[in-house]
């Protein structure tokens, strides 16, 4: 049973760039959150997805934005990138889609802005 | 509103001398509870989770936490260090009312000698 899978698992941009992060949720989740962990500070909440819409958002501009598909599989765009936007981003997944479940986490995907 | 303080942001002990990960929470109805370790260069796992049932939760690797609602603690205990322990903990509420809100500390990270 595959665990929580993103990509790319590193990747580096230049500041005015768009991208696009990638993740698969655990097998049976239809949940996918979104974390920011820059170096040396805990993860930030971003967004979660629920039935391909957002659900709840954290502090962060516009300039983050998701989707997710029916498969549950989800996507983290961020576009105008800036130096600030260097960090691990983490993907998460739960299961059956409410309450405070445990969430399963993703090697993450290391973004780094030149 | 929510927020969580990891007392430590560093913890050194020898190993097989008791381990103490401290943290407490602000939350303003019934949270739920986690500790996260994350590895070097790997994804976070779950330790442990409390969810209003009993207030001593037993993790993995011999971990524990012990929530107090009178001190508003959910402090991370191990009898014995082992040298793979060594790693950054995160302890982290969560909470449903008035939407998903996932709050981290900012991280412990222990230090574990030989």
């Known amino acids: 049973d595959a665990g929580v899978t993103q990509s790319p698992t590193h990747l580096i941009k230049t500041r005015g760039q768009q991208v696009t992060l990638r993740c698969s949720p655990k097998?049976?989740?239809?949940?996918v959150s979104w974390y920011q962990q820059a170096l040396g500070q805990g993860p930030q909440f971003i967004f979660q997805?629920?039935?391909?819409?957002?659900?709840q958002r954290g502090n962060f501009p516009d300039r983050f934005s998701g989707h997710q598909f029916p498969n549950y599989s989800s996507e983290l765009n961020v576009n105008a990138l800036l130096l600030g936007d260097s960090a691990l981003y983490l993907c998460?997944?739960?299961?059956?889609?409410?309450?405070?479940?445990?969430?399963?986490f993703g090697p993450g995907t290391r973004l780094l802005v030149l | 509103a929510q927020s969580v303080t990891q007392l430590d942001s560093h913890v050194s002990v020898s190993e097989g001398t008791p381990v103490l990960l401290r943290c407490n929470y602000s939350?303003?109805?019934?949270?739920?509870l986690f500790w996260y370790v994350q590895h070097p260069n790997k994804g976070l796992q779950l330790l442990l989770k409390?969810?209003?049932?009993?207030?001593l939760v037993k993790g993995i690797n011999g971990f524990e936490a012990e929530f107090k609602k009178s001190e508003t603690s959910f402090h991370l205990t191990k009898p014995s260090a082992h040298m793979s322990d060594a790693a950054e903990y995160f302890c982290?509420?969560?909470?449903?009312?008035?939407?998903?809100?996932?709050?981290f500390g900012a991280g412990t990270r222990l230090f574990v000698k030989a």
């Open positions: 998460a997944s739960s299961s059956p889609g409410q309450g405070a479940e445990t969430q399963y």
């Open positions: 097998s049976g989740h239809d949940t």
């Open positions: 997805y629920y039935e391909e819409e957002e659900r």
């Open positions: 939350s303003s109805y019934s949270p739920s």
């Open positions: 409390y969810t209003s049932a009993a207030t």
């Open positions: 982290v509420v969560s909470d449903v009312t008035g939407g998903f809100k996932t709050i």
